[in-house]
């Protein structure tokens, strides 16, 4: 019998070199492609129902985890018209306004921040109420603390970029603040800060911290929460 276009193209050695699994036609196939497909093998082969359940996880891990893609996406084109020196910063950001769409670049990045600490503190309050925090997800409930830590850490190293009144005292305020820590207080602000007051080696260093150290410590983490979820046994049972 003459075989369909569908089955050629599957049939063929070039689809064969990179998918390994026919046709998904069976529950066995179906499972198969996805574990051997590294963009389908994040997706469990099975679920429990009640992990599909809206109401009990509000997808709040699942908003935070896109948020801080839409960050990394509109970060990466922000880092193309900004320059980190206290003579261009604050001009740069304004520079953006005349830009076609530089409004909404910038306001798409800044929203989706206040958005990502709001969805991670809710996602911590929902794992609390249905204590998915309890054995064996304790660990994750650690990489997940780890994970607040480093929201808020990306929020405030980048509340110091644009360089304007706002930025320059909120970090002043903040970093004095450190200054009250017993013993350590004075230490930990100049580690911060880089000098004895903001300035430019404190722009330098939140801008690295913010743009390449931070984000990728977010991205291990987050790699580690996923396949630790799977590794429990998906998403907990309902209440
Ligand atoms: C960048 C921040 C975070 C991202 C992207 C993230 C993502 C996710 C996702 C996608 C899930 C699957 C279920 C769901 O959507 O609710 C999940 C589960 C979980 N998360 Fe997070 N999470 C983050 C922060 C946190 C924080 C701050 C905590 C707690 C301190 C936490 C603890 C947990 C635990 C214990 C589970 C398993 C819950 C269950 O099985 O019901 N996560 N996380």
Redesign the pocket.
Known sequence: MKKGILQRISDSAVWRSIFRTGIPDTDLKRSMLIFNNFFLHIFPAKMKRHGLCFSF?F????I??LL?IILTVTGILLMFLYTPSIERAYFDMQALALLFNGKILRNLHRWSAHGMVAT?FF??V??FY?R??RPP?EF??VV??G??VL?LALSYTGYLLPWDQLAYWGITVGTTIMTYTPFLGSYIRFFMLGADEVGHEALLRFYVLHCVVLPFF?GLL?AI??WR?RK?GG??GPL
């Not at 997808?59 to 699942?62: H, P, S």
């Open positions: 996880t997808c709040l891990g699942g935070s985890c801080f991670v996602h911590m929902r794992v249905t998915s925090y997800r994750n409930w997940g603390i994970l607040l929201t977010t987050m929460h996923f979820v429990d998403i907990s």
